[in-house]
C-alpha cells in the first residue's frame, strides 16, 4: 500500500519570504502522479501543482515549486514570495497510473497548516 | 459550467439515522469517488466507481453504501449514522484514459452525528 507523510502538522512564513513544505511518500509503482492541493478556509481544494513521476524537470507554476527527488521519494513544495492568499491547508497526494489512469484514487497526507503573516 | 456539485453541504444527523449525501458531476468524467477528511489524517478515499454500474471499495467504506446509475449522479448513502462517522466528506471526479490523474472536487459536506 502507498502512504504519504506530511512531518509538518504546520508553518508560518511572513509576506514576501519563502516556504518549503515537506512530503514524503512510499511505493514500490514505477509509474505514479504527485500533487499538492491548497484547501482555504473556504473548504475548497484546489490543484496547486502536478508532477509526473517519469519526468526529471521539477514542476513549476508561477511562484510554486517542487523539489522531486524520486531516488529519496521527496516530493516538498516551494512558495516564493508568499501571500496572504497562501494561507491554507496544504495537502500532498500520490496516485499510481497503471496502464496511463489513476482510476481517481489518490492517497494524501496529513496536511500542514500554513500561515502566511503580513 | 458548474463542475462537481454536492449537497447537502451542511448536515446533522442522530445515531441511527441514515442520509444521502448527493453527488453530480457535469463534466461528463468516468471517474468518480467519495472521500472524508479528519484532523490529523487528511482525505481518506470511501468509494470509487470507474462508471455507471460499476463502483468499488476503498480504504474506509464500512458503514457506507453507493450506487452509479448515470454518468453524471454518485450518491453516498449512510446506512445508520454513527458518531464515529463526522465528518466532512467530499466527492470528486476525474477524466479516464491517458490522463494525469487529477481530481475535479465538489464543496464538501460537514457532517455531524450526534
Known amino acids: 500500500a502507498q502512504t504519504v507523510t506530511q512531518s509538518q502538522p504546520e508553518m508560518s512564513v511572513q509576506e514576501a519570504e519563502t516556504v518549503t513544505l515537506s512530503c514524503t511518500y512510499d511505493t514500490s509503482e514505477s509509474n505514479y502522479y504527485l500533487f499538492w492541493y491548497k484547501q482555504p478556509p473556504s473548504r475548497q481544494m484546489i490543484l496547486v501543482i502536478r508532477?509526473?513521476?517519469?519526468?526529471?524537470q521539477n514542476a513549476t507554476e508561477n511562484r510554486f515549486s517542487v523539489n522531486f527527488q524520486k531516488a529519496a521519494k521527496s516530493f516538498s513544495l516551494k512558495i516564493s514570495d508568499s501571500q496572504l492568499g497562501d494561507t491554507a491547508m496544504y495537502f500532498c497526494?500520490?496516485?499510481?497510473?497503471?496502464?496511463?489512469?489513476?482510476?481517481?484514487?489518490?492517497?494524501f497526507g496529513q496536511g500542514t497548516i500554513l500561515t502566511v503573516h503580513p | 459550467n458548474a463542475g462537481v456539485t454536492q449537497t447537502p453541504k451542511f448536515q446533522v444527523l442522530k445515531t441511527g439515522q441514515s442520509m444521502t449525501l448527493q453527488c453530480a458531476q457535469d463534466m461528463n468524467h468516468e471517474y468518480m469517488s467519495w472521500y472524508r477528511q479528519d484532523p490529523g489524517m487528511g482525505l481518506r478515499l470511501i468509494h470509487y466507481s470507474v462508471g455507471a454500474g460499476i463502483t468499488d471499495q476503498g480504504e474506509v467504506p464500512n458503514g457506507y453504501n453507493v450506487s452509479r446509475s448515470t454518468t453524471e449522479d454518485f450518491p453516498l448513502r449512510l446506512l445508520s449514522a454513527a458518531p464515529s462517522q463526522t465528518s466532512v466528506y467530499f466527492c470528486?471526479?476525474?477524466?479516464?484514459?491517458?490522463?494525469?490523474?487529477?481530481?475535479?472536487f465538489g464543496e464538501g459536506s460537514r457532517l455531524t452525528v450526534l
Open positions: 497526494a500520490f496516485t499510481t497510473s497503471a496502464g496511463g489512469t489513476s482510476y481517481g484514487k489518490l492517497t
Open positions: 508532477q509526473e513521476a517519469y519526468k526529471q
Open positions: 470528486a471526479s476525474s477524466y479516464s484514459g491517458q490522463s494525469t490523474g487529477e481530481l475535479f
